[in-house]
C-alpha cells in the first residue's frame, strides 16, 4: 500500500548537522490519513521513535527534542528529519515509516517501513 524510500544519511562529526528525507508513494497514500515517523536502530539497542508528523502536529524523542525538525512537502508526498548539533549516540540506522490513522504514533507498531539510511557521528 505504501512505499518508502530513505536518503540523506552519512558520516558526520559532533556538531554537524544533517537533514534526511523520506519519499514515500502508493495508490492511496494521504498525507492526511497517515502518521510519517523517523525511528533508528543503533548498534546493540532496540528500534526507538524519533519524531512523527501528523496532519495536526509534530511530536519528538525527549532525546532529541530541541535538536530535531520533522516536516513535510505535501505535494512531494516527502518528509525531512532535520537534525543539528548531532552527537555519537545518534549514530544509528534511521528508518520512516508510515500508519494509519488513529494510531500511537510515537510506539513502532507502525504499518509500513522503509529500508533505512546509516548515519554515523564521530565525535
Known amino acids: 500500500q505504501v512505499q518508502l524510500v530513505e536518503s540523506g544519511g552519512g558520516l558526520m562529526q559532533a556538531g554537524d548537522s544533517l537533514r534526511l528525507s523520506c519519499a514515500a508513494s502508493g495508490p492511496r497514500f494521504s498525507f492526511d490519513s497517515y502518521a510519517m515517523g523517523w525511528f533508528r536502530r543503533a548498534p546493540g539497542k532496540d528500534r526507538e521513535f524519533v519524531a512523527t508528523i501528523t496532519w495536526s502536529r509534530q511530536r519528538y524523542a525527549d532525546s532529541v527534542k530541541g535538536r530535531v525538525t520533522i516536516s513535510r512537502d505535501k505535494a512531494k508526498n516527502t518528509a525531512y528529519l532535520q537534525m543539528v548539533n548531532l552527537k555519537p549516540e545518534d549514530t544509528a540506522v534511521y528508518y520512516c515509516?508510515?500508519?494509519?490513522?488513529?494510531?500511537?504514533?510515537?510506539?513502532?507498531?507502525?504499518?509500513?517501513w522503509g529500508q533505512g539510511t546509516q548515519v554515523t557521528v564521530s565525535s
Open positions: 515509516a508510515v500508519t494509519s490513522l488513529p494510531a500511537d504514533v510515537t510506539s513502532n507498531q507502525y504499518e509500513y
